[in-house]
């Protein structure tokens, strides 16, 4: 990886990481409003849908030059947001830390 591209890549994260601030309570407010009866999605599948699009929208806009053409994400249609997958992450693993085996 280049320099360059390294750099191009931490920009990503903090935009990201910005746009966050105001994805995730405005998933929460949609879902409350329409996600939760009209999709019949939960609220982890609402955030994960905005954050996959948004990542989305990212690498297909102003990072494009980030990433290879065949590597881009789409955008998931709104009638998928019931159908994503998401991934728990313990807060606090033991078994990770130690062998306990």
Known sequence: MSFPE????????FFRGL???VVIPSAFL??????SWAQKASLKQAVAWY???L???????????LMR???RPSFVRMSGMSTI????IPW?????LFDLN
């Not at 390294?6 to 994260?13: P, Q, R, S, V, Y």
């Not at 949609?30 to 996600?35: F, K, Q, S």
């Not at 990542?55 to 030059?65: K, Q, T, V």
């Not at 606090?92 to 990770?96: Q, T």
């Open 55 to 65: 990542i989305a929208a990212l690498s297909n806009g102003p990072f494009r030059w």
């Open 92 to 96: 606090f693993d033991v078994s990770a």
């Open 51 to 53: 954050d996959a699009n």
């Open 6 to 13: 390294g750099l191009g890549w931490l920009l990503f994260l």
């Open 69 to 71: 053409r065949e590597v």
């Open 19 to 21: 746009a966050l601030w």
């Open 85 to 88: 997958s998401t991934q728990r």
């Open 30 to 35: 949609a879902w409350l409003l329409v996600h």
